[in-house]
């Protein structure tokens, strides 16, 4: 099983990130665990404020009852909802299961702030997820 930091360094959004950084990154996360055919988050809900990493397993993206894709370790979801404050436009369900590690919105926002090159590949990514609608 890989480290919490290697987990993290998988990430796209925080690769560059120094050991220090990713020290200072990692003690605001927990874990969580969900079982096949959970849902994580629901498309059209407010449901929380929290930024989810994949460390194992494979969860299902869908919109509108139809899959657009497949999350897997590495992967991250939950930052539009942080950056707009509006419901979930999409539902993410365990297809096997998963284990995450999950940061509260306001740790999120914080770590960003202070961390100018990961506020420019989260804006990047997210330039990115409009560009593919």
């Known amino acids: 099983m890989a480290s919490l930091d290697d987990s993290l360094k998988q990430v796209p959004l925080f690769s560059t990130l120094s050991q220090r950084q990713l020290r200072g990154l990692r003690k605001d996360f927990r874990e969580r665990s969900y079982r096949p055919g959970t849902t994580i988050l629901l498309e059209g809900k407010m449901g929380g404020v929290d930024f989810f990493v994949i460390v194992e397993g494979e969860a299902s993206v869908t919109v509108g009852g139809k899959e657009i894709g497949r999350l897997r370790p590495g992967d991250h979801f939950g930052e539009l909802g942080l950056i707009t404050g509006r419901e979930r436009n999409a539902t993410v369900t ?18 960003v702030n202070s961390n100018p090159d990961v506020a420019w590949k989260l804006l990047q990514h997210v330039a990115g997820l409009l560009q593919d609608d």
């Open 94 to 111: 365990a297809v096997e299961p998963v284990r995450c590690l999950v940061m509260a919105g306001w740790n999120f926002r914080k770590f």
